[in-house]
């Protein structure tokens, strides 16, 4: 039987939200067992470059990340963001250590290609992480905190979508633990009307994403989440829930099911 792992995914918009990360942090270190925190900050990488004099481009949602950017992101993800969250989990008596991709070389990726003539610039798409290597420091009594920034392995650092990081990762630890995968943003879970906090829908299956999509309902950067949530699944994590910040016990919010 394997033993228990807790992966929470946390957005942004919560990173900035000094009161509800606080509270996040707590919920978090309260997890009993085996966890790992993976991060955003993109909402800090903006204004931080907006101070610099740095324009930021999105296309569909994605960063532009050229060589100025990718200066900006691997200080706030790598630095600002993941050593202060470090910092607080340490104080509640959780045995942090942040990591980007580089640090042990645990996640390498490819850098993405141009598409439909769209150069995205030093992005990352995952080719590897190395689930031996972190289940070492996590058995070690390591709480892992993990950057939304890739390794090559030849020397440059990638800026990756931290969902897909989460995802690659439980998929990656899923050899050798029973995963739950939990995505916590600012609302309660996926909803039919984004006007309505309450709306959450509480199961979504592969079928129902499809007719979600058609109809308009899921759209933006909620489909890739999902994308990685059904894939997620499909390749051994046993849990994806999509919840809200205040929820990391899995509750409440949607429960993402292959069938």
């Known amino acids: 039987m ?31 067992g085996r966890k790992v925190l993976i991060h955003g900050g993109g909402r800090k990488a903006t204004k931080v470059a907006s101070q610099l004099g740095i324009e930021t481009r999105m296309v569909g949602g994605r960063r532009i990340t050229d ?27 959780v045995n942090a250590l942040g990591l980007t991709g580089a640090d042990m070389s645990v996640i390498l990726s490819d850098k993405r290609p141009v598409r439909d003539g769209v150069d995205y610039g030093f992005v990352g798409d995952v080719r590897q992480v190395d689930g031996h290597r972190l289940t070492a420091l996590i058995e070690s009594g390591v709480t892992p905190v993990m950057a939304p920034l890739t390794y090559d392995g030849a020397g440059h650092l990638l800026n990756t979508n931290a969902d897909t990081i989460a995802a690659e990762t439980a998929k990656a630890l899923a050899d050798c633990y029973d995963v739950t995968l939990i995505y916590c943003f600012e ?7 984004p006007d309505d906090d309450d709306s959450v829908i509480p199961v979504i299956t592969p079928e129902d994403f499809e007719r979600l999509k058609s109809e308009g309902i899921v759209s933006d950067g909620m489909i890739p989440k999902l994308e ?19 929820n990391l016990d899995g509750t409440q919010g949607t429960v993402i099911k292959k069938r």
Not at 75 to 91: D, E, H, I, P
Not at 187 to 193: D, E, H
Request: charged letters at 25%.
């Open 187 to 193: 609302k309660k879970g996926v909803l039919r009307s």
């Open 67 to 93: 060589a100025a950017m990718i200066d900006v992101v691997t200080m706030v993800y790598g630095g600002l963001v993941n050593k202060r969250l470090v910092a607080s989990l340490q104080a509640t008596g």
């Open 228 to 246: 990685n949530a059904f894939d997620a699944l499909e390749k051994g994590v046993s849990r994806v829930i999509i919840a809200s910040a205040d």
């Open 2 to 32: 394997k033993n228990e792992i807790t992966l929470i995914k946390v957005g942004g918009a919560v990173v900035e939200d000094e009161d509800r990360l606080q509270r996040l942090l707590t919920d978090f270190a309260a997890i009993g």
